[in-house]
């Protein structure tokens, strides 16, 4: 199948495309705010490199949260907007599996980790590429504990499992549990398995692809995802408009 993903879940934008004879093409960029303005040119741009048209596309992809929430709405408005007007099917994939996805192999605990501002992050723990927990939307002593309660007692090799933190918000939430931690015991214990993922590229548009043509999303061609054009993104918590008229 001919496939494109659209990544807007944060400031690194990225869009990517599969086609039927095993091709790839990814574009990435930190846009900032200006994913509505670059997505349909770099889907023309790819599609060109791929000597395809728009219209050759048989599904399209998106992150499905959390994230930023204007990203996400963007995300979502772009992907089923092409999806529509092609009339080819749209499906979300979940940020959080798509960011851990390129540590699949990792010996330990990996934890994307996306920051939600106001103080929080967004975040999951995995082993082996398996999510082992919910997506958390908490405050750095939260996650801390949380992710304690995770670990194994011991790995193969005989040593303590490990958390290793990476994304976009990684090292930020990194610092600052090791603030907490030199004044909570219980953090400070927790923080002796962690440890931060430096220059670990999260995944992106191309691992939406990935995870897509490995769970066969769309392996009927289509017809049992045209529910997801009424989806919209998990946002995990409520927006700014919403909590201002609670």
Known sequence: MNLVAIDTATEKFSVALATTLGGRWLFEADAG?????LVME???????????SPGDLNGVLCMG???????LRIGFSLAKGLALSLGIPFAPI????CLARPLSAW???VVPVIDAKKRAFFCAPYRAGKRIGPDMDAPPGEIALALAGRLSPRTETGDPERILLFGPGAE????????????????????????HGKGVR??????????????GVFADG???NRDSLFAGPEYIRKSDAELNLS
Do not use: W
């Open 33 to 37: 705010t200006r994913h509505s303005e």
């Open 42 to 52: 770099c889907v023309d741009i790819l599609a060109r490199k791929a000597a395809i």
């Open 65 to 71: 949260g959390p994230g930023s929430f204007t990203g």
């Open 94 to 97: 979940p940020t959080l599996d």
């Open 107 to 109: 010996p330990g605990v």
């Open 172 to 195: 930020k939430l990194y610092r600052e549990l090791g603030l907490l931690a030199d004044e909570d015991p219980g953090i400070a214990g927790a923080m002796a398995a962690v440890r």
């Open 202 to 215: 999260p995944g992106n548009a191309e691992a939406l692809l990935e995870i897509a043509l490995e769970t």
């Open 222 to 224: 289509g017809s049992g």
